[in-house]
Nanobody
Framework: QVQLVQSGGGPVQAGGSLRLSCAAS????????MGWFRQAPGKEREGVAC???????KYAESVQGRFTNSQDHAEKTLSLQMNNLKPEDTAMYYC???????????????????????WGLGTQVTVSS
């Protein structure tokens, strides 16, 4: 079955960096697009970044230029490099996977929570000022 195992995260001071990883198994990675989401206490889950099968990426405006989403098809891993972190980045971060339909282009990905079927358990990122 589909499994997404997350690692990384933790506490960091503002301006610092963290790297999140997500190891995927149980599916053909190239048939899916992937995403990173976060949820802060009392707030809705929001899409931070997504990456298409061909490596095309999209980012939320709040993280553009600071976060970099990448993937390794051979290793079936997804990574999120987070630089210049801010206190408002504090949240639980989740990786997610969505199988592409036959009509979905390899360059397409979505940051909508409702589009994703499979989720990791989450990892906490806490940025102190």
């Amino acid at each position: 079955q589909v499994q997404l195992v997350q690692s990384g995260g933790g506490p960091v001071q503002a301006g610092g960096s963290l790297r999140l990883s997500c190891a995927a198994s149980g599916f053909h990675y190239g048939d899916y697009y992937m995403g990173w989401f976060r949820q802060a206490p009392g707030k809705e889950r929001e899409g931070v970044a997504c990456i298409a099968a061909d490596g095309t990426t999209k980012y939320a405006e709040s993280v553009q230029g600071r976060f970099t989403n990448s993937q390794d098809h051979a290793e079936k891993t997804l990574s999120l490099q987070m630089n210049n972190l801010k206190p408002e980045d504090t949240a639980m971060y989740y990786c997610a996977a969505r199988r592409r339909s036959p009509y979905t282009s390899v360059w397409y990905c979505s940051r909508r929570t409702s589009d994703f079927s499979f989720w990791g358990l989450g990892t906490q990122v806490t940025v102190s000022s």
